[in-house]
């Protein structure tokens, strides 16, 4: 029998996490306060059904951030085994459901497009999708969400809660929010000179993409996420304040490190895993207790080292367990010694 799964909001997001389990074997029930929108989720294969949650493996909650809490309590009422959610804001989510059965999470990928018409199997493939477990997150829980987002081509990153609303509003809210005020600006000045838009090139279209986003989604992010935020766009305000000084001042050494910084950063961005790499196993004994997958994948994370497969094997006794992580061969050595200051006593062999 295959895996069955619960999506609540087919939107872009939802509705794109259907189309892609359903590509890989997922039987997909869907449910939006919008009927419209369910009708058109089946027309285009988003999912097979409409209807209760009741049963099923993975609920994904793909509403909007304030209505995620209610979307959580409503799928685990409903009978889900395990939820998860797509919310760009962890934190106050997090703080509000207590389950074991949640697994927060929040895939970084999106689309101009807007709705469900905008949904596509291939979004998730190669982008990060961040989970961030609580103390009283069920490891199995956690780890069967993990594996249906690996099913979807994502890299999986694993941080708390509050580092990931603090990371998120560097690399994406603040962002959007910059893009927005350099829109805004050039609106203003093609009042005055009705050829400015037309001239915008290559570099100003790229840097401002991401404000064609649809607005209705923002207000509530800003506003949950708003501490993160405020602290951003204040070193955002520095960062060029200390560039107005320096071309006022025309230091030309100092603008060139400041551009020379950026650069570097830029063009080393990751960009997804390699397709020849060689694989370690590595085993950490464990005991059998909530948070143990969590704090161990979010070791990972912290001393960056890719986690392409993961496993968690259960004691008949129930108090001692074995979590098995394959990683690459040229990391496995950092994880090792993470793991060793941490308490654990790990063991690693080479992946055949």
């Known amino acids: 029998m295959s895996a069955k799964a619960g999506i609540i909001g087919l ?58 809490v209610p979307a959580v309590l409503k799928a685990i009422n409903e009978g889900a085994k395990a939820v998860t959610d797509v919310g760009s804001v962890k934190g106050s989510i997090v703080e509000e459901v207590n389950s074991p059965q949640f697994v927060p999470g929040h895939p970084m990928a999106g689309s101009e497009q807007e ?8 979004l998730f493939r190669g982008a990060a999708w961040v989970l961030t477990p609580a103390e009283i997150t069920d490891d199995d829980h956690f780890a069967n969400v993990r594996a249906s987002i690996v099913q979807l081509g994502a890299d999986v990153v694993v941080i708390d809660a509050d580092s990931h609303d603090e990371l998120v509003a560097v690399v994406s809210h603040v962002p959007h929010l910059t893009a927005g005020a350099l829109m805004r600006i050039a609106d203003d000045h093609s009042q005055e000179h ?32 708003s501490d993160a935020i405020l602290s951003v766009i204040s070193e955002v305000i520095a960062a060029l304040e200390k560039t107005k000084k320096n071309i006022a001042g025309q230091d030309r050494d100092a603008l060139f490190k400041e551009l020379e910084q950026a650069r570097t950063a830029r063009v080393n961005l990751p960009t997804g895993v390699p397709d020849d790499i060689d694989l370690d196993i590595v085993r950490i004994p464990v005991l059998d207790q909530p948070g143990e997958l969590a704090s161990l994948t979010r070791l990972a994370t912290e001393i960056d080292v890719n986690i392409y497969d993961l496993e968690i094997a259960h004691s008949s006794e129930g108090e001692r367990g074995v979590v098995i992580m394959v990683v690459p061969a040229d990391k496995s050595e950092r994880l090792l010694g993470g793991l060793m200051a941490g308490g654990y006593r790990p063991s690693v062999r080479a992946m055949e």
């Open 194 to 225: 009705r050829p400015l838009l037309r001239l915008a090139a290559g570099g100003f279209r790229d840097m401002t993409r991401i404000a064609a986003g649809h607005p209705g989604i923002w207000p509530d992010i800003c506003i949950d996420n």
């Open 11 to 68: 939107g872009l997001i939802g509705g794109s996490i259907g189309i892609a389990l359903r590509e890989v074997g997922w039987f997909v029930v869907g449910q939006d306060l919008d009927q419209e929108r369910e009708n058109l989720a089946l027309e285009m294969g988003a999912i097979d059904t409409t209807g209760t949650l009741e049963g099923v493996d993975i609920a994904f909650i793909a509403t909007p951030v304030s209505s995620v």
């Open 115 to 122: 709705g469900i018409r905008g949904a596509r199997g291939d």
